[in-house]
């Protein structure tokens, strides 16, 4: 199976992995990735030899957010067309969210954004030391809308206010107390601990990992299509204002924003 922005590749024990695979745009979240990642979500949910899932990253960075590109082509789109494109990546993240096996993310570098929307969906996020997270959008004049609904079943509100309004890079140290990491280790020992999670998760039996996992996401905070609509329809009314018009453009001028001293 080929893929354009992501490598996908099953092992004999079942353990399937995905790998984000654009290392020179630090794996930013493109069209066409979301696409890809929405199809290979969908094939994995149904393969039932597959066991558990690995989600990683080549190049420097986990994910680095949006794509440069889309961001360009968000800023001069219409409220019809943004709220398309957002809604693309939140049936992306929804699929993950609902796959019926483990999903275990290997995490280096730097995760911004939707970066750090992937790493909520999965179960155990196994992350390097020297990793750093952010969710920066409100730097743009943004909201973290699409990602927000797994945001917050991963750390709950409190945890998650201060990190949405200040758009502040933190640490993987942060990020474990904050509920995003499960398990910080050296870069050496990074895989070894990948394959110690997928390991524990090979006993289980595939149906009742798969049937626990609904259990547990039945028991937390409920994501409807309707709060998913309200979180995209958030964004789209953010996209409008005059902060982000000037976030939008200070960035690609290279420039600070007025808000900015």
Known sequence: MTFATIRFAVDQRGVARVTLARPNKHNALSAAMIAEMTDVAGRLATDASVRAVILDAEGKSFCAGADLEWMREQFSADRATRISEATRLAMMLKALNGLPKPLIARVHGNAFGGGVGLISVCDTVICASGAQFGLTETRLGLIPATISPYVIARTGEAKARPL????????????????????????????????????????????AAGRAKRLARSLGLPITDAVISDTIEQLADVWETDEAREGVSSFFERRNPSWRR
């Not at 990020?175 to 020992?189: H, L, R, Y």
Request: charged letters at 20%; aromatic letters at 10%; a negative charge.
């Open 164 to 207: 949405f309004m200040s758009a502040r890079v933190f640490g993987a140290e942060e990020a474990k107390v904050a509920g995003f990491v499960t398990t910080i280790v050296d870069d050496s020992m990074l895989d070894g601990a990948v394959e110690a999670a997928v390991t524990a998760y090979l006993v289980a039996a595939p149906g």
